[in-house]
């Protein structure tokens, strides 16, 4: 057992006051008892306490629906979640690709050339689409035509032909992954009612299927259901009572993730997704850009240092360059939860806790295994929890991705290298 993950409440909270960030923070008099979380089945170790004591520092509680400046929005600690696999199990945009594929929902690219839907295409999976779907229709009949509907959800679900050539390249892997925006690029043409309606459906049929379901995607099967974790409901509700600004942060398109996040109490002005630029009513291939990346771009997306951008630029209101750097402390999030190498940047921001579900991501779990600073804490998911990771995690050597997508070493904030870790937080 891993001692910095079941720290009991007196060692956590002075771990967080010798790191300096505490007192940039400092806790107020609670007018009232904060709120508590009522689940505790699926948290491991004292990790709901910690999440317990968070809420009670840094909340506003009795106060946070008052007139004066501690009701004010700008005045709350604001906490961010990932979605996909970290407040529900499974990938909400993998499920609207594949409603939409199944229901012939997908329009057929500019004049027939598929490099008009992503800057990153490769010629070669551009000609393998172009030859596998029809030209000349208002939507491709992927619902009945296999060979078109395969070679889109294998250009989209594994980033390879259906042939096993290469489909997206020359891109920056610490900004956007080409799949992920592929799916919103191919939203163009409807409007973002239509996108939130066909969201709607996938989400009624993903959440009546029995667990493990499969769906029939072309030929093949693909995943066919989801579920909420009720522990992330509860830990969200209460949040939001104890004052917290609660915020999404997804790299599923945002008409989507509105739809979604609904169901754990966070509405849409709350959500922050892949976001197209819009014309004359109806979503373009192009996306909306952050920080130094114009409108049209297309190179970052709510990815790894995107997530952080539009975190600083649509929560703490940062804009330019600045957008795409650490912000000082007070313009930081409190909490933040996450469950894969894409969310390290916004996750380490952080400055109260850092949640991580467990998936077996080499990034994100070297840095929370490493624990430098006593403010990161794991947990299994809380829905088919992945088993021990039989070997270390590379840290010291390729669990970090370069811009280039080259492998190297995990480095901490002062250069150094994180040793191999071993999984220490995992199902019994």
Not at 70 to 84: L, S, T
Not at 216 to 222: L, N, R, T, W
Not at 274 to 280: C, D, L, P
Not at 404 to 424: E, F, H, I, K, Y
Request: with cysteine; aromatic share 8%; proline share 5%.
């Amino acid at each position: 057992m891993n001692h910095k993950h079941r720290w009991p409440a007196a060692a956590a909270a002075l771990a967080i006051a010798t790191t300096g960030l505490a007192a940039a923070q400092p806790a107020r008099a609670r007018p009232q008892k904060c709120p508590t979380l009522e689940i505790s089945q699926g948290w491991y170790g004292e990790n709901k306490s910690r999440l317990q004591q968070l809420i009670d520092d840094y909340g506003r509680c009795g106060d946070h629906g008052k007139e004066g400046d501690h009701g004010k929005e700008k005045d709350k600690p604001v906490a961010v979640f990932d979605w996909d696999n970290t407040v529900i199990k499974n990938d909400v945009g993998d499920a609207t690709m594949f409603w939409m594929l199944r229901n012939s929902k997908i329009r057929p690219p500019r004049g027939g050339d598929w490099r008009t839907t992503s800057r990153y295409l490769t010629a070669e999976a551009a000609g393998s689409l172009k030859t596998a779907c029809p030209t000349g229709v208002r939507t491709l009949p992927a619902g009945t035509d296999t060979r078109c509907a395969d070679e889109i959800n294998s250009v989209y679900s594994e980033g390879t032909t259906t042939s096993g050539g290469t489909a997206f390249a020359g891109f920056d892997h610490r900004r956007i992954e080409p799949q992920y925006a592929w799916l919103a690029q191919l939203m163009n043409g409807w409007t973002t009612g239509q996108i939130q309606t066909f969201a709607a459906a996938a989400r009624a049929e993903n959440l009546a299927a029995p667990v493990g379901a499969e769906q029939q995607v072309g030929s093949g099967k693909a995943t066919g259901w989801a579920r909420y974790y009720d522990q992330q409901r509860d830990l969200i509700r209460t949040l939001q009572k104890a004052g917290f600004d609660v915020w999404i942060t997804s790299a599923s398109p945002e008409p989507v993730v509105d739809v979604w996040a609904r169901g754990a109490g966070i509405q849409a002005d709350h959500a922050l997704g892949i976001r197209n630029v819009i014309e004359h009513g109806r979503l373009t291939s192009h996306l909306k850009g952050c920080g130094t990346v114009a409108d049209g771009d297309d190179s970052m997306i709510t990815y790894i240092d995107g997530k952080r951008c539009w975190i600083n630029k649509e929560i703490f209101g940062v804009r330019g360059a600045a957008a795409e750097q650490v912000q000082p402390v007070h313009r930081r999030q409190v909490f933040a939860a996450g469950d894969s190498d894409t969310d390290v940047s916004f996750l380490r921001d952080a400055t109260g806790l850092r949640l991580v579900l467990n998936r077996n991501k080499n990034e994100v779990m070297c840095r929370a295994y490493d624990n430098g600073d006593g403010r990161w804490i794991v947990n299994p998911m809380f829905i088919e929890p992945k088993k021990r990771k039989a070997a270390p995690y590379p840290c010291a050597t390729s669990a970090f991705t370069e811009r280039d997508g080259t492998s190297a070493p995990v480095r901490r904030g002062d250069g150094s290298v994180v040793p191999d870790q071993r999984d220490s937080v995992y199902p019994s």
